[in-house]
């Protein structure tokens, strides 16, 4: 059974940063593609970064040069750290990944950016 466990959202001010945890179980983690998605109120979710098992990155226009996709396959475990955060970042974060040729998600963190 895939479970992904993420953590680290919460509340912080424009311009401040955080760093989303994903920690996986039940995948063989060091050749999964993970990535992590977002979806803010009254949005559809939308893909934020991606990282495939050799550790190559695709991060969406949107966040490109303030967020950073990493994995450690030890850890079992793919960050996001988000950098000079706005409040269009503000959203549901949720981590993803493929198993079994279907989207596996975990129940996300919220990331509120406000002042």
């Known amino acids: 059974q895939v479970q992904l466990e993420e953590s680290g959202g919460g509340l912080v001010q424009p311009g401040g940063s955080l760093r989303l945890s994903c920690a996986a179980s039940?995948?063989?983690?060091?050749?999964?593609?993970m990535g992590w998605y977002r979806q803010a109120p009254g949005k559809q979710r939308e893909m934020v970064a991606t990282i495939t098992s050799g550790g190559t990155t695709n991060t969406a226009d949107s966040v490109k040069g303030r967020f950073t996709i990493s994995r450690d396959n030890a850890k079992r475990t793919v960050y996001l750290q988000m950098n000079n955060l706005k409040p269009e970042d503000t959203a549901v974060y949720y981590c993803?990944?493929?198993?079994?040729?279907?989207?596996?998600w975990g129940l996300g963190t919220l990331v509120t950016v406000s002042s």
């Open positions: 993803n990944t493929v198993f079994r040729l279907r989207d596996a």
């Open positions: 039940g995948i063989l983690f060091s050749i999964s593609r």
